[in-house]
């Protein structure tokens, strides 16, 4: 119980990206080739994926009745430019920053330790923009 509460606040930003990114056996996990490590390319593939379940309507943007439930917040996240809408651009441009967030080594790749770190992140907001 305690644990989901912790997780709530990094899951929430993460949702989905983060779940698919080393699902066990899942469909739509991030790491394509299976190597067990995770490259910005397919953080950003697994981006695109995601963006595209969600564009019900097929009109390129996300949208908020698109969007249900939890959902809703990934749109308040993922919509840098605060016009109610998520283009791809701004999913990918998420996913990126996710990406480099975990990825605390800086190699690019994104290994499940790194991973699982990043789950366990504190919550130091230091950079500043
Ligand atoms: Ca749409
Ligand atoms: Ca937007
Ligand atoms: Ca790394």
């Known amino acids: 119980m305690k644990k989901k509460m912790q997780f709530a606040g990094i899951a929430l930003v993460l949702t989905t990206l983060s779940a698919a990114a080393f699902a066990h056996g899942g469909r739509g996990k991030m790491d394509t080739n299976g190597d067990g490590k995770v490259t910005l390319a397919e ?3 697994g981006a695109k994926q995601k963006f595209e379940r969600m564009d019900k309507n097929k ?3 996300v949208t908020k ?3 249900s439930g939890k ?3 990934y749109l308040e996240k993922a919509d840098t430019n605060k016009d109610g809408k998520v283009t791809l651009a ?3 441009a998420k996913a990126q920053t996710w990406f480099q967030k975990l990825d605390t080594n800086k190699d690019g790749v994104l290994t499940k330790e790194e991973f699982h770190a ?3 992140g504190k919550k130091d907001d230091k950079r500043t923009s």
């Open 65 to 67: 009745d698109e969007l």
């Open 90 to 92: 701004e999913a990918q």
């Open 71 to 73: 959902r809703a917040r």
């Open 43 to 45: 953080a950003q593939a």
């Open 59 to 61: 009109n390129g943007v």
């Open 118 to 120: 990043g789950h366990h």
